[in-house]
């Protein structure tokens, strides 16, 4: 199981970016898939999920800013953002589990991470 994310950098404030994260090693439409991010001394968060009917649960401090969607053809997951504050910054990972929450815990499969810098 490998999941690879991309599309991280540095925007400034009101700006937008897309996230991809690529899974590969199983059948990932079997799964939910969710983005995560951390930021320095901070726990990791959930951000957004979504299950593979395409039903998604996003965390208070991103809706309506945050798209998660999937291309299971491409066995692909994206996060589009936008209207980014300061306070997104952080690294955002992907990660796969079995349950649809935002808990860390609960997802096994792990990117490696693409850091996201919003400047003011």
């Known amino acids: 199981v490998q999941l690879v994310e991309s599309g991280g950098g540095s925007v400034q404030s009101g700006g937008s970016l897309i996230l991809s994260c690529v899974v590969s090693?199983?059948?990932?439409?079997?799964?939910?898939m969710g983005w995560f991010r951390q930021a320095p001394g901070k726990v990791r968060e959930g951000v957004a999920n979504?299950?593979?009917?395409?039903?998604?649960s996003y965390a208070d401090s991103v809706k309506g800013r945050f798209t998660i969607s999937q291309d299971n053809a491409k066995n692909t997951l994206y996060l589009q953002m936008n209207s980014l504050k300061p306070e997104d910054t952080a690294m955002y990972y992907c990660?796969?589990?079995?349950?649809?929450?935002?808990?860390?815990?609960?997802?096994?499969?792990w990117g490696q991470g693409t850091q996201v810098t919003v400047s003011s």
């Open positions: 979504i299950d593979n009917d395409g039903f998604a």
């Open positions: 990660a796969a589990g079995h349950i649809f929450n935002l808990v860390a815990g609960d997802y096994g499969n």
């Open positions: 090693g199983y059948y990932y439409s079997s799964v939910c």
